[in-house]
Nanobody, 120 residues
Framework: QVQLVESGGGLVQPGGSLRLSCAAS????????MDWYRQAPGKQRELVAS???????NYVYSVKERFTISRDNAKNTVYLQMNSLKPEDTAVYYC??????????????WGQGTQVTVSS
């Protein structure tokens, strides 16, 4: 059984910064790709950033040069550093991970979501 627990969301003014964290726990053998998604009101869930087990990253164009995804494999944790935040970044942010358990079962897991609100 695997759980992803997110933290770091909150209210910030435009131009501000937040750092999201997501820690995976449970019967984890290895974690492949970890991702951050977001879902704004009235919008579909969007892939924001991803990072492979080897550290290769990808970003949606709208957050490039503003957001940075990173991971600490020893802690089974993924981070999203968000700088120069804009109102359009307002959304619920979800972490996601592709995980192989010690039972050799590979599945997708999701965090509970954390609210990020960018507003004056």
């Amino acid at each position: 059984q695997v759980q992803l627990v997110e933290s770091g969301g909150g209210l910030v003014q435009p131009g501000g910064s937040l750092r999201l964290s997501c820690a995976a726990s449970g019967s984890i053998f290895t974690i492949y790709t970890m991702d951050w998604y977001r879902q704004a009101p009235g919008k579909q869930r969007e892939l924001v950033a991803s990072i492979t087990s080897g550290g290769s990253t990808n970003y949606v164009y709208s957050v490039k040069e503003r957001f940075t995804i990173s991971r600490d494999n020893a802690k089974n944790t993924v981070y999203l550093q968000m700088n120069s935040l804009k109102p359009e970044d307002t959304a619920v942010y979800y972490c996601h991970a592709d995980i192989m358990t010690y039972h050799l079962i590979r599945n997708d897991y999701w965090g509970q979501g954390t609210q990020v609100t960018v507003s004056s």
